[in-house]
């Protein structure tokens, strides 16, 4: 028996095969074990905000690639600044390269995507910053309306908006007060409810490094708590009232530096996720929908690479798998989907306004090899093509143990192991697509067992 060895993704389809559709037996709680965890992925595409770059006719090949992957959908930006460049004008081709885009994914096989509704003109931010609120909104609202209007000529469909970015950013993205995040929220959901109930996201950074950033902003209350925990708390009528759901920006070793609770750890910094368990909690306990929004890694600073790059989404998956095994044990809701940030590398200009003519400066870019560029590098895939996450491997770090009992009876080596094989070709399934099956296997019966 100390021999016998144990197929622990039996339960578990491979990508390329259909699925049944027999009803299975017993419970619904043994289905769901059954089943696996059902939690999407979904990535960033900027690609569309750089057509110079990246000709949307590439777009179709990363799309499949995407999906090859096991990624379900987009998540892209319909910019306000492109489309409403100016006063009454809208970028018809802009507006088209989108629609474009959203056909594409869907011939790929993808679900409808998430669309960023963010970046206002900076005519439209000198009506906001000089009390002219009425104006604002209501240029708002033509915004939207147009989007709104190309959606439904064109009959595509979207999984839901999400409104501005990082609402609770002491540095970036900070377009409106709070307090004015109702008003934002109610005009959305009047120019598209015509035609379907939208679905209306907040977006919150995770990050100590923004924490202190907001300290210094307001250096009067500097000892005040300015983390993502305590906004929510601060502001839970107003998110639950204009909110179906919550997306949280979580960068562990880049923007989230726990140096302390990581053992002063570069590499020990990427499993740490405290911080983001106790956002998750809140959300949970509130019943609201939450998923994890942006996660990543860049590879071109001194201590990334595509190696580091593989090893961060290797260690912050396990332990965000650890996260969900005791969220489920403790009878908590999780989260829906898990957005990775992004399909394809940026050049470092991707921010725009004062930010990107400061990133133009040649000083600047120099420096960005030393330091990390906030739209850099993170891509699954460069100008080369894929990056090492996105390939498999022709050799299994386990195979020199494949005699050993102990190892053989470790549930979590014989998994590596066995993800490494399948119909993938002799390099095996890529990692991002083993460590998507990996998170979404099925969780054991938790709940404590009677005692004889």
């Avoid at 939690?39 to 995407?66: C, G, S, W």
């Avoid at 008003?183 to 035609?195: Q, V, Y």
């Avoid at 983001?276 to 509130?286: D, G, P």
Wanted: hydrophobic share 35%; with cysteine.
């Amino acid at each position: 028996m100390m021999n016998e060895r144990h197929d622990y993704l039996a339960d578990i389809p491979q990508l390329k095969n259909v699925q049944s559709r027999e009803k299975p037996e017993g419970s619904a709680e043994e289905h769901e074990q059954a089943q696996g965890l059902g939690i999407e992925f979904f990535v960033t595409d900027h690609n569309l905000r750089h057509p110079e770059l990246i000709p949307i006719e590439k777009q179709p090949q990363f799309y499949a690639e995407m999906k090859r992957q096991g990624i379900a959908s987009v998540r892209f930006d319909w910019d306000w600044n492109e489309i409403v460049s100016a006063p009454g004008q809208n970028n018809r081709a802009i507006i088209d390269r989108y629609i474009q885009a959203m056909r594409m994914m869907q011939e790929a096989g993808l679900k409808p995507p998430t669309l960023v509704l963010s970046n206002p003109p900076e005519w439209a931010m000198a009506l906001y910053k000089t009390d002219d609120k009425d104006s604002f909104f209501r240029a708002y609202r033509e915004y939207l309306s147009v989007v709104a209007s190309a959606l439904s000529e064109a009959k595509l469909d979207i999984h839901g908006v999400q409104l501005f970015n990082e609402i609770n950013n002491a540095v970036v993205f900070k377009f409106v007060d709070t307090a004015d995040l109702p008003k934002i929220s109610d005009i959305t959901k009047e120019a598209f409810g015509k035609d379907r109930a939208v679905k209306r996201t907040a977006s919150l950074i995770v990050s100590n490094t923004n924490t202190w950033a907001a300290k210094l902003k307001d250096f009067k209350n500097f000892s005040k708590n300015h983390g993502a925990l305590q906004f929510l708390k601060d502001n839970e009528e107003l998110i639950r009232n204009n909110f179906e759901s919550i997306s949280l920006d979580y960068y562990p070793g880049i923007w989230h530096v726990p140096f302390k609770t990581a053992g002063y750890s570069i590499k020990g910094m990427y499993k740490q996720l405290d911080e983001l368990k106790a956002v998750c909690e809140l959300l949970a306990s509130w019943g609201i929908e939450y998923e994890i929004d942006e996660a990543g890694f860049p590879t071109n600073t001194p201590y990334s690479s595509e190696k580091r790059q593989r090893y961060f989404y290797d260690v912050f998956f396990r332990e965000f798998r650890k996260m969900l095994v005791e969220f489920r044990s403790k009878g908590l809701n999780l989260p829906s989907r898990v957005g990775l940030y992004e399909m394809n590398d940026e050049p470092n200009t991707a921010f725009g306004g004062g930010i990107e003519k400061a990133l133009k400066n040649k000083a600047v870019q120099a420096a960005s090899k030393i330091l990390p560029n906030p739209e850099g590098q993170f891509g699954l895939i460069s100008e080369s093509g894929n990056k090492a996450l996105l390939r498999g491997r022709k050799t299994n770090p386990f195979k020199r143990d494949k005699n050993s009992p102990e190892d053989r009876l470790n549930p979590l080596k014989q998994m590596k192991a066995e993800l490494s094989m399948g119909d993938y070709g002799e390099n095996g399934e890529p990692q991002l697509s083993r460590i998507i099956r990996y998170v979404n296997r099925p969780i054991a019966d938790t709940k404590p067992k009677q005692q004889n």
